[in-house]
Nanobody, 126 residues
Framework: QLQLAESGGGLVQPGGSLRLSCKNSQYSLDYYAIGWFRQAPGKERELIAS???????YYSDSVKGRFTISRDNAKNMVSLQMNSLKPEDTAVYFC????????????????????WGRGTQVTVSS
């Protein structure tokens, strides 16, 4: 069972930055697609960024140009750098791993993400 752990959430002012991390301490993440999802109060969970094992990336329109997903296989970690944060970015952020997502289109299907972290809260407020 692949267990993922998110870290790096917190309270930040509008326009500020945060860097989220997703790690697994037991198994290599090298050949998994990793996605970052978020769920705001009263809203459905949405995929905002994903990265394939080939390092190909996807971003939702809501975060494109502001967020950057990257992976460091040596550290067994995937990060999400979030810049120019807005109040509407407030949500619980989850990372998830897909063992079968080999293409960009496959990595957009939430149902294919098998392993999930517990989430980290990001609050953007002045």
């Amino acid at each position: 069972q692949l267990q993922l752990a998110e870290s790096g959430g917190g309270l930040v002012q509008p326009g500020g930055s945060l860097r989220l991390s997703c790690k697994n301490s037991q198994y290599s993440l090298d050949y998994y697609a990793i996605g970052w999802f978020r769920q705001a109060p009263g809203k459905e969970r949405e995929l905002i960024a994903s990265i394939l094992w080939t390092a190909g990336t996807y971003y939702s329109d809501s975060v494109k140009g502001r967020f950057t997903i990257s992976r460091d296989n040596a550290k067994n970690m995937v990060s999400l750098q979030m810049n120019s944060l807005k109040p509407e970015d407030t949500a619980v952020y989850f990372c998830a791993a897909c063992p079968t997502c080999m293409t960009p289109s496959a990595a957009r299907r939430e149902a294919d993400y098998t392993f999930w972290g517990r989430g980290t809260q990001v609050t953007v407020s002045s």
